[in-house]
């Protein structure tokens, strides 16, 4: 597996390395002497998956303290946009986000520390999504921000005429400067 450290500390791209022949394809998705070689120790604790129509969009959600999440996701059928936004008060970086492209293509993976938002936008016709994380979801403390919010800036990829469908919910998200956090540095 190749680990590469994005623009944002602690935020960590993991290209696996893919054996490839007549009969398909194989690869690691995790090892864990790997991942805790680069990134450190993280007990993930729960897998979950979803699957999503071209268009749809994700997040920006993340739980406050202490139910946070790190999550180790990848896409298994289709496209994404996939983005974490660092909401670590003190923190340099704060506000500023990554965006990547996840695909069964590609087979990327993103790994997103705890303190941040996290969200993705669907490109191809319908995307599996899965990813690990190491707190269980816990309504009480989840949030999130606008993926539209301009003071983060996020170009999702998306044209003019592409669909951009969300729930409800994340349409009523604060902007980053309402939201409640409590991550620091």
């Known amino acids: 597996m190749n680990f590469i450290e994005t623009d944002i500390s602690g935020v960590w791209m993991i290209e696996p390395q893919v054996f490839a022949d007549a009969r398909g394809y194989f690869m690691e998705a995790y090892k864990q002497q790997e991942f805790e ?3 450190g120790k993280v007990n993930f604790i729960q897998e979950n998956e979803s699957r999503s129509s071209r268009g749809v969009l994700r997040g920006l959600h993340y739980q406050l303290a202490p139910y946070a999440q790190a ?3 990848r896409v298994i059928v289709g496209a994404v946009v996939d983005v974490a936004v660092d909401l ?7 506000g500023q986000h990554v965006a990547v492209e996840l695909s069964a293509e590609n087979k990327r993976q993103l790994y997103i520390p705890q303190g941040f ?3 993705f936008y669907v490109k191809s016709e319908t995307a599996v999504f899965t990813y690990k994380v190491d707190n269980p979801y816990m309504p009480s403390h989840e949030r999130g921000v606008r993926y539209d919010d301009p003071q983060i800036g996020i170009a999702w990829g998306t044209a003019e005429s592409d669909p951009v469908v969300t729930s409800e919910k994340d349409r009523r998200l604060p902007f980053l400067k ?3 956090i409590n991550f620091e540095d």
Request: aromatic share 10%; charged share 30%.
């Open 178 to 180: 309402d939201a409640e």
């Open 88 to 94: 670590r008060r003190g923190s340099p970086t704060f």
């Open 71 to 73: 999550k180790l996701v």
């Open 37 to 39: 070689r680069y990134i």
């Open 117 to 119: 938002a996290h969200g």
